[in-house]
């Protein structure tokens, strides 16, 4: 068993394949990041500051450092799985999966952002849904989490189709003017009911051995 078993955990749904970068890969997911991952003025939409940078170089580097951080800081009661997005083999953006005190919890949260020019065209649902689904089946999560700010209507979106219902709001005292945040939940009992029957074909590999680094063992939920 590999000591790092997340480099061959893959998940894959028709042309869309999910994947822990390897450095080399790292590095191509960042220069994805060459151009800026949205339109200028709407910078607050993003969840995270890597991707702010208005310098190229800043905003690459970040992205690089996202990545390490994840592998750096994992732990099985703190983990970020940054998984890289790819349509047709191509990189297109990543999206993470991540959980505080998951073995309790059984929650687990995403994040995501794609190209710019691949935006539009389903990606980020397929993918969120390829998350979702792997949740669900192999973590046995009981909610999935997201959140967005307020006038993001493409990620707004994205959570109405795949189920999530609505769980408050916060205000990101990141940034100024701070942004309101929408929290939204997906249940395990609406994910059956909301679940796209496409999941059927999506294939996991190499989760068992990534399982002990995700979840406390003998204490499975009930
Ligand atoms: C949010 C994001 C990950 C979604 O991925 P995506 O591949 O663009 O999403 P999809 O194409 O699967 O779905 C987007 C939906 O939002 C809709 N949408 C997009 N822009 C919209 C807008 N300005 N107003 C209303 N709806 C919009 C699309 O029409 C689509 O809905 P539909 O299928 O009913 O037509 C991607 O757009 C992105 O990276 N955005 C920039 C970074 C970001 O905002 N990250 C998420 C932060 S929480």
């Not at 939204?184 to 996991?204: F, S």
């Amino acid at each position: 068993m590999s000591a790092w078993p997340f480099f061959d955990l893959k998940l894959h749904l028709g042309a869309v394949d999910l994947a822990i970068p390897t450095d080399d890969v790292v590095l191509q997911l960042a220069e994805l990041a060459e151009e800026p991952i949205v339109p200028a003025g709407k910078e607050e939409w993003l969840p995270f500051l890597a991707n702010r940078a208005t310098d190229r170089n800043e905003r690459l580097r970040r992205v690089m450092q996202f990545h390490w951080s994840t592998r750096a800081n994992h732990s099985i009661d703190s983990w970020q799985l940054a998984f890289g997005i790819y349509f047709r083999g191509r990189p297109q953006g990543t999206i993470s999966l991540y959980s505080e005190q998951f073995t309790n919890r059984r929650i687990v949260r995403t994040g995501s952002w794609i190209v710019q020019h691949a935006q539009g065209a389903g990606l980020g649902t397929t993918a969120r849904s390829m998350l979702i689904e792997m949740s669900m089946r192999l973590l046995e999560a009981k909610y999935v989490e997201s959140r967005y700010v307020e006038t993001n209507a493409a990620s707004a979106r994205v959570s109405e189709k795949l189920g999530y219902e609505p769980n408050g709001y916060h205000i990101d005292d990141r940034l100024n003017p701070a942004p309101i945040i929408r929290n939204v939940i997906l249940t395990r009992d609406r994910w059956k009911d909301v679940r796209p029957a496409q999941l059927d074909k999506l294939h996991i590999e190499g989760f068992d051995a990534c399982k002990p680094l995700l979840v406390h063992d003998g204490m499975e939920s009930s």
